[in-house]
Nanobody
Framework: QVQLVESGGGSVQAGGSLRLSCAAS????????MGWFRQAPGKEREGVAL????????YYADSVKGRFTISQDNAKNTLYLQMNSLKPEDTAMYYC??????????????????????WGQGTQVTVSS
């Protein structure tokens, strides 16, 4: 079964950087949509960045464009999120998520958490001003 394990969270001052990692196992992730979501206290979980593993195409929420970069290491089955120029509003629990691409409709860009069947346990990111 698919397992996703995040790491790399921590506390950083505004303007700093962190790199999150998500180690994936239990499948070949050659044709998946994988992504990073975050949830701040009292707020809904929101999509931050997505990558289609077969094409390498990436997509970002407007709030993180130009500051965050999602990438993958296929050899290590690991997903990354490089976060630069961090802001206090980036403080949240960050989750790795994945969904397989099984048919044409799965290629559609989907940001809803209900669209993703596999989730990690989350890693906390705290940005202080």
């Amino acid at each position: 079964q698919v397992q996703l394990v995040e790491s790399g969270g921590g506390s950083v001052q505004a303007g700093g950087s962190l790199r999150l990692s998500c180690a994936a196992s239990g499948s070949t992730f050659s044709n998946y949509c994988m992504g990073w979501f975050r949830q701040a206290p009292g707020k809904e979980r929101e999509g931050v960045a997505l990558i289609y593993t077969a094409s390498g195409n990436t997509y970002y929420a407007d709030s993180v464009k130009g500051r965050f970069t999602i990438s993958q290491d296929n050899a290590k089955n690991t997903l990354y999120l490089q976060m630069n120029s961090l802001k206090p509003e980036d403080t949240a629990m960050y989750y790795c998520a994945a969904r397989p691409i099984r048919d044409y409709s799965d290629y559609a860009l989907k940001w809803g958490q209900a669209d993703f069947g596999y989730w990690g346990q989350g890693t906390q990111v705290t940005v202080s001003s």
